[in-house]
């Protein structure tokens, strides 16, 4: 049976519905809220991490995991389920929210999407805008909006709210927004996320990549995503290219001499973003990489000493984005 109540992460704070039913035959009740989006939670992560009165959950804390569950939506194939594992990693990592800048950049290339598919401007900015952009508010992602307004990257109609956010509707890019949002679609502005490419469902390397590769992204304060966290419905080669273009650099493992993961590194480096090549040990010493990448930085790994590669790859990582 179907519900209408408050939203457990947004806690419907703007003022927008979400209703909640039984997710099948789980211990989880699913909810599609219009501000977060359809996600499933488990009970005991609802009670243990999402309840109203939970010390430290704040709103900036609810605002980064409803931009999580958009994300994330937009990856899989069906609506995320929120765990105590999952909320327990998310809080572990600080839980984030974009910056105001990169906000500002995801606020450019929804409205510059909105008028590319449909041909007129964007008529009112919908409910899930700020979780979209990953703003901690509504009246935060509106107020965004109006400063692309003031400076001159887009256009609409814009009328003061004393009471709440500003009404913004008729939205389109200027030709200044145009520039910056083909630029920011040619992968020259960068994602907080990095793109891992590799072979799958090797015993050595998939416990590496999943234990240690991406916490120590983690811990440099980016996401990292290989095609299997983002697997969703469409053709593989432009789900590739997305990701890649919207990525602030590109990890690929070079062990087993995986076609994709060159084409991957090749694409990248065509777009100019920053690749970072690792590969294990006794593989780069004896058989060799090709020789078009055996030159270019490349941090070594063996089973036996992944300590030590851990903290030579964060090294690098933070030496080539300037961290």
Not at 278 to 302: A, G, M, P, R, S
Request: glycine share 8%; with cysteine; net charge negative.
């Amino acid at each position: 049976m179907t519900e209408t109540i408050a939203c457990p992460v947004c806690l419907s704070a703007d003022g927008y519905g979400c209703t909640v039913e039984p997710f099948g035959s789980r211990d989880a009740r699913l909810f599609d809220c219009d501000v977060c989006g359809a996600f499933a939670v488990s009970r005991t992560a609802l009670d243990d991490y999402l309840e109203l009165r939970m010390p430290g959950m704040t709103r900036i804390k609810r605002a980064a995991i409803s931009h999580k569950i958009r994300v994330n939506n937009d990856r899989l194939p069906e609506p995320w389920m929120l765990t105590t594992y999952e909320l327990e990693s998310l809080i572990s990592d600080g839980l984030p929210l974009p910056t105001p800048n990169q906000q500002a950049l995801n606020a450019m290339r929804y409205i510059g999407d909105r008028v590319t598919d449909e041909g007129v401007p964007v008529g009112e900015l919908p409910p899930e805008f700020s979780a979209l952009i990953g703003s901690p508010s509504r009246e935060f992602a509106c107020n965004l909006v109006v400063e692309l307004r003031n400076s001159g990257l887009i256009t609409g109609l814009f009328l003061t709210n004393v009471n709440g956010p500003a009404h913004v509707q008729e939205l389109s890019l200027t030709l200044a927004g145009w520039g910056q949002y083909e630029e920011e679609r040619r992968g020259r502005k960068s994602g907080s996320y990095g793109f891992i490419a590799l072979k799958f469902g090797d015993e050595t390397l998939d416990p590496l990549v999943r234990d240690h590769v991406k916490p120590a992204i983690a811990s440099i304060g980016y996401d990292a995503v290989d095609l299997r966290d983002v697997s969703k419905a469409g053709i593989i080669d432009n789900l590739l290219r997305i990701q890649i273009r919207d990525a602030a650099f590109v990890l690929v493992d070079l062990t087993h001499e995986n076609a994709g993961a060159y084409w991957e590194a090749g694409y990248a480096e065509g777009l100019g973003k920053p690749v970072l090549y690792i590969c294990e040990k006794t593989k780069f010493y004896e058989k060799q990489t090709h020789f078009d990448t055996n030159h270019c930085t490349t941090v070594l790994w063996h089973s036996d000493h992944v300590e030590e590669f851990v903290e030579d790859l964060k090294a690098t990582l933070k030496r080539s984005l300037n961290i």
